[in-house]
């Protein structure tokens, strides 16, 4: 199946999420490294699956692809809030550090100011240092601390984990 690239830089394509990435997604989520920093993700396939059928045709998920061979390395997103937007973005952990976290925000970015859209927002973790160092690179402020707690729950313990989320947001030109 032939897939239509939403938009593309150099090194990777972006491209809607479909069922036939369910799978992939699957890994994604499960990847202990990649979920560290995200509260609430679907890991099971029924999850995945019913949220992919959820998605309409003016959702913004994408599927992060190495452009000259289409191998699947992340998932990114645009969430529709008016005239601003949330941006998020996981990769694989075997794509940190090579530029394509920067460029899948640049990508979502440019996409956003297509849709009219003013102002971009990320939230992360306080400890997720690679995604606040892209963050501040690309221009986004700091504007608040927002504090979570998160039970996890296994079949041999339940403990308690905080986290601090933090808040970023950009204004951008719809020009």
Not at 74 to 93: F, H, K, N, Q, R
Request: charged share 25%; aromatic share 6%.
């Amino acid at each position: 199946m032939t897939m239509k690239h939403e938009t593309q830089s150099s090194r990777i394509a972006l491209r809607k999420i479909c069922q036939d990435d369910a799978e992939f997604m699957i890994k994604l989520a499960r990847d202990p490294e990649t979920a560290r920093y995200i509260l609430g993700l679907i890991t099971d396939r029924k999850g995945i699956t019913d949220w992919i059928n959820s998605l309409g045709d003016n959702c913004h998920e994408y599927i992060i692809t190495l452009k000259d061979t289409c191998t699947p390395i992340g998932e990114c997103g645009l969430t529709l809030l008016g005239d601003s937007a949330e941006i998020g973005v996981m990769l694989l952990p075997g794509y940190w550090n090579k530029g394509y976290g920067t460029e899948a925000i640049y990508a979502l970015k440019d996409k956003a100011g297509e849709l009219g859209v003013r102002e971009l927002s990320a939230m992360t973790d306080a400890e997720n240092a690679a995604l606040i160092h892209i963050l501040s690179k690309l221009g986004f402020e700091k504007t608040a601390i927002i504090w979570h707690v998160r039970i996890n729950e296994t079949v041999d313990t339940c403990r308690l984990r905080h986290q601090d989320l933090v808040e970023y947001r950009m204004e951008i030109s719809t020009s």
